[in-house]
């Protein structure tokens, strides 16, 4: 069992750390443990890459994110894969134009259920348990609906960084 106790940087966010990624993948070197978004935040797990036993044994506070390095050898890369989950998507429409009551809604709305956000641009997206949310959420911002997409979609979710949450 191979002890990992940092993470060594992120191929998503270091160029020279992809460009490596790249090259040991063209080469069969590349391995990658799975883990759920909910583990991304625990500093102390075992876990199996293609083919090593690994014990995660990281500083507390450490969150994993989609593409962390962990191992990093002449022969062997390990790089974290968040596991692809259900989302819900909320696109705010540019029809709204100094309207303030929708994104106060929106995040009044979210903000009483706890849930872990991302943003980018006019689209919030959280995680979601159930289809049946997407119905709720539609109901729940119903006198806004008109100026809202609202959509299920499966991906690896990422909270905002700058934002503390711990999920109920």
Same mark, same amino acid.
């Given at each position: 069992?191979?002890?990992?106790?940092?993470?060594?940087?992120?191929?998503?966010?270091?160029?020279?750390?992809?460009?490596?990624?790249?090259?040991?993948?063209?080469?069969n070197c590349c391995e990658r443990i799975k883990i759920s978004r909910l583990e991304s935040q625990r500093s102390r797990m075992r876990k199996r890459s293609e083919g090593?036993?690994?014990?995660?044994?990281?500083?507390? +506070?450490?969150?994993?994110?989609?593409?962390?390095?962990? =191992?990093?050898? !002449?022969?062997?890369?390990?790089?974290?894969? $968040?596991? %692809?989950?259900?989302?819900?998507?909320?696109?705010?429409?540019?029809?709204?134009?100094?309207?303030?009551?929708?994104?106060?809604?929106? +995040?009044?709305?979210?903000?009483?259920?706890?849930?872990? =956000?991302?943003? !980018?641009?006019?689209?919030?997206?959280?995680? $979601?348990? %159930?289809?049946?949310?997407?119905?709720m959420f539609k109901k729940l911002l119903e006198p806004v609906n008109e100026y809202l997409d609202i959509k299920k979609r499966m991906m690896v979710f990422e909270p905002?960084?700058?934002?503390?949450?711990?999920?109920?």
């Amino acid at each position: 069992m191979i002890i990992v106790d940092s993470v060594i940087g992120n191929i998503n966010k270091d160029k020279k750390l992809k460009e490596k990624y790249d090259e040991m993948s063209s080469k069969n070197c590349c391995e990658r443990i799975k883990i759920s978004r909910l583990e991304s935040q625990r500093s102390r797990m075992r876990k199996r890459s293609e083919g090593m036993d690994l014990a995660l044994t990281l500083p507390q +506070g450490t969150r994993l994110k989609h593409g962390d390095v962990i =191992i990093l050898t !002449e022969n062997k890369m390990v790089v974290v894969e $968040i596991e %692809a989950e259900n989302v819900l998507m909320i696109e705010i429409k540019e029809n709204i134009h100094e309207d303030i009551e929708v994104p106060i809604m929106v +995040g009044h709305t979210i903000g009483n259920l706890h849930r872990p =956000i991302r943003i !980018e641009k006019r689209k919030i997206y959280f995680p $979601i348990q %159930a289809d049946t949310e997407v119905e709720m959420f539609k109901k729940l911002l119903e006198p806004v609906n008109e100026y809202l997409d609202i959509k299920k979609r499966m991906m690896v979710f990422e909270p905002e960084e700058r934002m503390e949450m711990y999920e109920h």
